[in-house]
Structure formats: structure tokens, C-alpha cells
């Protein structure tokens, strides 16, 4: 069973560069068959993707957040990490990290997010 | 960009019911379509994909229809563990969007 764990600071300062790693088990960061994601939800609003990166070290980032955002993989350390620089209080939320299948069970793309980690509130205050 | 509207945003039922969330978007999407719930505190959870696909381990009362523009999820009876919010996710255009939730609540 994979799990996904997100790990890092919970209060960031304005203006400051945020930055989560998640860790992934029961399973290999290197498997190729899978993308890995950010997630961000604000408190009692809706999700957003922020971005993605493959084991390669390709990754794909939200146009809306494209400038600040940094995804990167640690392969030995089966884990890979977000930095979202110039925070303000609107990039105060809960950061998910997600696993996304390259193809669903019939072979077609896949890309939704079938594991999540349990989720790290970080609040932008100074 | 592709727009989701998800509607109702609140729904009110009781155990037993049988409820349907719509989820529809400003342009086809073909199949490229996933439902989540969340609990209040803990992250969201793949229930359908691929429109009507379940993901392995959900409960059978949990189904998934449509195409192109117009989707639907419908918990064919309500259990009171269904009791959440509901998310619907595109994943035919990029970025990846999802519509902005369906309560669930005890009628």
C-alpha cells in the first residue's frame, strides 16, 4: 500500500519561499508508471494543482503559479519537494502531495490522483 | 480553460436516499472525468475515474455516469458515513481543475 507523508515548516513569512517534501513508501518513487503531485486547498474553499513532476525530472506546473513554483525529485531518497517562492497570505493552505497514474486500468492517460498524503497546513504570517 | 460547474453546492439528505452530484463543463471532456470525497480534516479520496470507472475498494453503491459535458455521481443509498464533500476533477485539458465541491449533510 503506498502512503504519501508531507513534511515541512508550518508557518512561512511573507515574502518568503515555502518549501514541503513528501515522502513516499510502499512504493518506488521510480516505478515510471506514475507522476507526482502538489495539491493546495485553502481553508473552506476548493482544491488546486499546483504542479507535477515525473521520475525523469520533467515537470509540468498551474500557469496561475508557474513563476514561483519549484518541483524537484530526490529518487534516492524515494521523495520529491515543492518551493513556492514570494509567498503572500493568499498562498495560506493545507499542501497535499498525490500520486497520478501515467495510464488508468484501460490503458487510456490517467492522470488523476488515486493516492494522497494526509495534507500540511502552512500559514503565510509574519 | 475548461470551466466546472458542480452543482448542487449543498445538498441535504437522509440515510437511505438516493442522491445524485452533477458536474458539468464548458467544453467536452470525452471520459476524462474523476470523483473524490473529502471528510472534514483529511485529504480527499478517489472514488470513480474515467467517468464511471469505480477505483478498487469503493462501495458498489458509488457509480459514475456520462460524457462530454455532462457527468454525474450517484450514491444509490445513502450511508451515513457518506455524510462529506464532494469533489469532481477534469483531467482532459491542462491544468487539471476541479469543480468547487458538493456538501453533503444530514437532512
Known amino acids: 500500500q503506498v502512503q504519501l507523508q508531507e513534511s515541512g515548516p508550518g508557518l512561512v513569512k511573507p515574502s518568503q519561499t515555502l518549501s514541503l517534501t513528501c515522502t513516499v513508501s510502499g512504493g518506488s518513487i521510480s516505478s515510471g508508471s506514475y507522476y507526482w503531485s502538489w495539491i493546495r486547498q485553502p481553508a473552506g474553499k476548493g482544491l488546486e494543482w499546483i504542479g507535477r513532476?515525473?521520475?525523469?525530472?520533467?515537470?509540468n506546473y498551474n500557469p496561475s503559479l508557474k513563476s514561483r513554483v519549484t518541483i524537484s525529485v530526490d529518487t534516492s531518497k524515494n521523495q520529491f519537494s515543492l518551493k513556492l517562492s514570494s509567498v503572500t497570505a493568499a498562498d495560506t493552505a493545507v499542501y497535499y502531495c498525490?500520486?497520478?497514474?501515467?495510464?488508468?486500468?484501460?490503458?487510456?492517460?490517467?492522470?488523476?490522483?488515486?493516492?494522497w498524503g494526509q495534507g500540511t497546513l502552512v500559514t503565510v504570517s509574519s | 480553460a475548461i470551466w466546472m460547474t458542480q452543482s448542487p453546492s449543498l445538498l441535504s439528505a437522509s440515510t437511505g436516499d438516493r442522491v445524485t452530484i452533477s458536474c458539468r463543463m464548458s467544453q467536452g471532456i470525452s471520459s476524462y472525468l474523476a470523483w473524490y470525497q473529502q471528510k472534514p480534516g483529511k485529504a480527499p479520496e478517489l472514488l470513480i475515474y474515467?467517468?464511471?470507472t469505480l477505483q478498487s475498494g469503493v462501495p458498489s453503491r458509488f457509480s459514475g455516469s456520462g460524457s462530454g459535458t455532462d457527468f454525474t455521481l450517484t450514491i444509490s443509498c445513502l450511508q451515513s458515513e457518506d455524510f462529506a464533500t464532494y469533489y469532481c476533477q477534469q483531467y482532459y485539458s491542462f491544468p487539471p481543475t476541479f469543480g468547487q465541491g458538493t456538501k453533503v449533510e444530514i437532512k
Open positions: 513532476i515525473y521520475t525523469s525530472g520533467s515537470t
Open positions: 498525490a500520486r497520478e497514474p501515467y495510464y488508468d486500468s484501460s490503458g487510456r492517460p490517467g492522470y488523476y490522483f488515486d493516492y
Open positions: 474515467a467517468a464511471s
